[in-house]
């Protein structure tokens, strides 16, 4: 495209544009490093005298949350940010914006825990995305951006996916993709939703009931134990909708690979590095880098026991996703792991150290 | 006069409001709820906002206030509403935003929201029903609690040592600058119902013309929690709620 | 001076029996029935003294229910 401008910026930056850029509504967040950025480059940009984008420092991640959960209710394309420990905070807003349906977009720019852990990148918040994290049987669409293009790319397509669903979706970050500058295409300025825009997309909002319809109850909570089953089978059914035609991952030099290894985000740049490295040595490795974390590529993952003798899962931190690549394999072939934790960044030669180990 | 002459459609002077349907309220017997309830229906009809409110619900016997006010709302997490609400009126600002919250709600699991809301000047309004009890889960300890008063979570009294004072919010919620009313009413007689209409009325209407936070505190009786008939726990919220928790404007900005 | 004649109706499946606008009524016109109960078990309000009324809707604004329509006519 002739008009494509090129700029570079960090990862937490992009988000930020690209929320302006595609439409958003309304930010609300609280500062935690290594997602600042996010919240600053809004303040800076002042969107609410161009696009009339709300931006908003809450006093909390909690609060955060459910200025979220209060944006997604009454219709509007809303989202937040933030790094692990201020995820944990938003558990339970998470958990009801998944009861009571609600489409919105959650940023984690992860770091290394448990606690206040440390500032550096990690990738250990796996489990907390995929897993629930907040109470009830629920599911959150995940995806995990490897580059700064992704991070600008995946706002508009959580959006999307959310608003199809009625769903709340994250980008599950970290700390290497969020403060590393790159360059990036912007996406192109999408107007946001006029009133009615959003009435006949969001039917079903609290923004004021029109006489023809009766109130728009925007709510998780049902005393009714059979009625509430009913609402959690309904799920279900969804997140297996979801699970059938959502699954987005990409394939690396796996055509004529004897290993694989799988790993998302940052660590999949480390694992194209390995790969690199490995080959120079004659040990044929390809990747299979996961883009959605949930859903999770299990039929893709499946597939790579009929192709490769092992899979290495390289992961930032104790060995989270392996589990899962251990189910789809159903154990016919070796599934190692390797990782680091505390916010050490594996390099390159040891993960193709720890492929050999493997072999 | 036979009485099927004065029965007569023309001559109604007072019903149930419109926007309240038909659905039985679950609040006990002579809860002050259901006259809240009524009033907020009735003023949300007079502004003619029917179509243009947002009610914000909590965790607490209101919970189901949504079930009972035929306008669109949003049901909060546990002390959330004020972020919940800040969040619809700043996206929403032509619609009527309100919180609808009990005193542990507001005053307790959700005074960081509260405070906050207040504070940046949200325009909304807080309604807060102060009963001094958790109704819903069955009568413990709230943060406005008497000293001296019995829960099920100080059965022997409320003492200072143990469980520190009653926190009185609204008077903390006065001040904070972006507050422009903040008062204490009751709905226990004909009277005090009446105030409480034009507190909320007037709560309502600063919202909509942009004048900053407006918090309404109701004083008002948990019979059941209590332990004591609607008529008793009426006449025990005067001898011992006023004096604590004294009715009146505590801040007014608006005719400034 | 013109005398006002008043009238409650009263939603007997809605009421709760909770006594407020007998308490609220200036002119003891309700009462709570001894014997009969409604649907749900309550005794409910009831107007015992018809005559009396003067449509002032004391009753009604306190009935945390909504239970109590009030008519008001001017005796001619």
Known sequence: MADQEITLMKGNEAIAHAAIRCGCDGYFGYPITPQSEVLETLAEQKPWETTGMVVLQAESEVSSINMVYGGAGCGKKVMTSSSSPGVSLMQEGMSYLAGAELPCLVVNVSRGGPGLGTIQPSQADYFQSCKGGGHGDYRLIVLAPSSVQEMADFVDLSFELAFKYRNPAMILSDGVIGQMMEKVVLPPFKPRRTEEQIKKEAPWAALGRDKNRKPNIITSLELDPSVMEDINIRLQKKYAQIQENEVRYEEYMLEDADYAIVAFGSAARIAKKAIELARGEGIKVGLLRPITLWPFPIKQVAALKDKVKGILSLEINAGQMVEDIRLAVECKIPVAHYGRLGGIIPAPDEVVDALKKMM | ?256 | MAKMKGATVVNIERCKGCNLCVVACPLHVLALTTKNVNQKGYNYAQTVLEDTCTGCTSCAVVCPDGCITVYRKKEE
């Open chain 2, 1 to 256: 006069m036979d009485i099927k002459e004065i029965i007569q459609p023309e001559n109604m002077v007072y019903h149930k409001p419109d926007l309240l349907n038909d659905v039985p309220m679950h609040y006990c017997p002579g809860c002050s709820h259901g006259v809240v309830h009524k009033l907020v229906s009735e003023i949300v009809a007079e502004m003619g906002m029917n179509e243009k409110t947002v009610g914000v619900s909590p965790v607490g016997c209101a919970v189901f206030a949504y079930k009972y006010i035929d306008i669109d709302w949003e049901e909060a997490a546990h002390g959330r509403a004020p972020a919940v609400a800040t969040a619809i009126k700043r996206l929403w600002p032509d619609r009527l935003v309100f919180t609808y919250q009990g005193d542990g709600d507001l005053a307790c699991i959700g005074t960081a929201e509260s405070i906050h809301a207040l504070n940046r000047g949200e325009n909304i309004t807080i309604i807060f029903i102060n009963n001094a009890i958790y109704g819903m889960t069955g009568g413990q300890m709230a943060p406005t609690t008497l000293m001296g008063m019995k829960t099920a979570t100080c059965p022997y009294g409320r003492d200072a040592k143990l469980h520190g004072y009653p926190l009185k919010i609204t008077e903390l919620a006065a001040n904070l600058e972006g507050t422009c009313y903040v008062t204490r009413q009751s709905v226990h007689t004909v009277g005090a119902i009446n105030k409480t209409k034009k507190a909320l009325r007037k709560a309502f209407e600063n919202s909509m013309q942009g004048k900053g936070s407006s918090l309404v505190e109701i004083v008002s009786t948990c019979n059941s929690g209590w332990k004591m008939s609607p008529e008793k726990a009426n006449k025990w919220m005067e001898e011992n709620m006023f004096p604590y928790y004294q009715l009146g404007d505590l801040k007014d900005t608006t005719n400034q």
